[in-house]
């Protein structure tokens, strides 16, 4: 019995050591140590040998047991490595002449924050418009109340570019289109580009973004302005703000106002950036002017609205303290990759 269990020992180390893959490994195991594996079936009848020899067969036969299932254990790595060595060999090292990936690609900030700002008016019930950069010159500014020859046309240097066209300069001419196409009651939002005549200094460029919003329904009154101002600049900027109106001259509303939000760096207290007054002014707004309502149809006994445009660079220099309106669209990479 003896013998037989160390001719056992010898056959399985022959088959194992020379076995070359995973599959005959498993049925080598199962062949030995499997449910009616040879070495299993001797030591599952050990009971029936004589007294003496139990003793020798039981331990040498777990001894087998054990010897086998660790030089089975140990081919089974031997093999792995060897398929690693191989696969090793077909490597490009694809490291070696390139510099590390970088993922350079993101959004500009001007672009995030209007992304954020659709996402806080949508919730108010605002649909998202757009409008074209060249605009008739009637919806920039005579459909607006601002008549040809009113010096009100010089508050906004132009890019003209023949008699009835205009690069727009605000996004306020998207209003009158708004109001063309929809029946009121509703409420548009109008992120886009706009451009103007002027020199460029920190706080000046020729082409630059607006948001414009328009609310038509009836009753509407400076207390929903308010509201929906608060609202969303505190979303925006985090932050509890109060607002300050002043009055503000911009000939399709009446009233026209300045708005002011507390500053967002002293909370009132003063500071530079407030220029120590504790408010920061950030846009226009006021009450759809009835002449406007009327050119578009609309009648202003019945319906009122209000309408606010607003700089998104201004907004986002005040978030980010940006202090120069140049870099959005300098192209300086130093700038653009710290968003
Ligand atoms: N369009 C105005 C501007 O560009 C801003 C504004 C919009 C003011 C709507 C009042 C109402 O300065």
Redesign the pocket.
């Known amino acids: 019995m003896e013998e037989k269990l160390r001719t056992i020992k010898e056959e399985a180390h022959t088959e194992i050591t020379q076995s070359q893959s995973e599959t005959t490994l498993r049925e080598i195991e199962i062949k030995y140590l499997g449910r009616n594996g040879i070495l299993t079936s001797i030591l599952r009848n050990v009971k029936d040998l004589k007294p003496e020899d139990k003793p020798i067969v039981g331990k040498l036969g777990n001894e087998i047991k054990i010897y086998i299932a660790n030089l089975i254990e140990e081919q089974s790595k031997k093999l792995q490595n060897k398929k690693f060595a191989e696969q090793e060999k077909e490597w490009i090292d694809i490291s070696a002449y390139t510099l590390e990936p970088k993922i350079t690609g993101h959004l500009n900030p001007l672009t995030s924050l209007q992304y954020e700002l659709e996402d806080i008016f949508k919730n108010m019930g605002f649909h998202v418009w757009e409008g074209p950069y060249l605009e008739k010159e009637e919806y920039n500014f005579t459909a607006l109340n601002i008549p040809q020859d009113h010096p009100a046309r010089d508050m906004q240097d132009t890019f003209w570019i023949d008699k009835n066209h205009v690069l727009r300069t605000?996004t306020?001419p998207v209003q009158i289109r708004a109001m063309q196409s929809l029946k009121p009651p509703f409420r548009v939002i109008v992120p886009g580009r706009v451009f103007r005549y002027e020199a460029t200094d920190a706080s000046h460029e020729n082409t630059f973004y607006?948001l414009?919003g328009l609310m038509i329904d009836k009753n509407i009154s400076i207390s929903h302005l308010i509201y929906t101002m608060k609202t969303f600049l505190s979303a925006i900027l985090h932050k509890d703000i109060e607002i300050r109106l002043r009055p503000g001259y911009?000939p399709?509303?009446e009233p026209?106002l300045e708005l002011e939000i507390s500053c967002i760096f002293c909370d009132k207290k003063g500071c530079s950036i407030c220029k120590h007054g504790g408010f920061i002014e950030l846009m226009?707004?006021?009450l759809v002017h009835p002449d406007v309502l009327k050119y578009v149809n609309i009648d202003p006994e019945v319906f009122s609205g209000f309408?606010?445009?607003m700089g998104l660079e201004r907004l986002v220099m005040l978030k980010h303290r940006i202090n120069d309106i140049r870099y959005f669209l300098g192209g300086d990479l130093r700038f653009v990759t710290q968003f």
């Open positions: 605000h306020s607006q414009e911009f399709f509303v026209g226009g707004c006021g309408a606010f445009g």
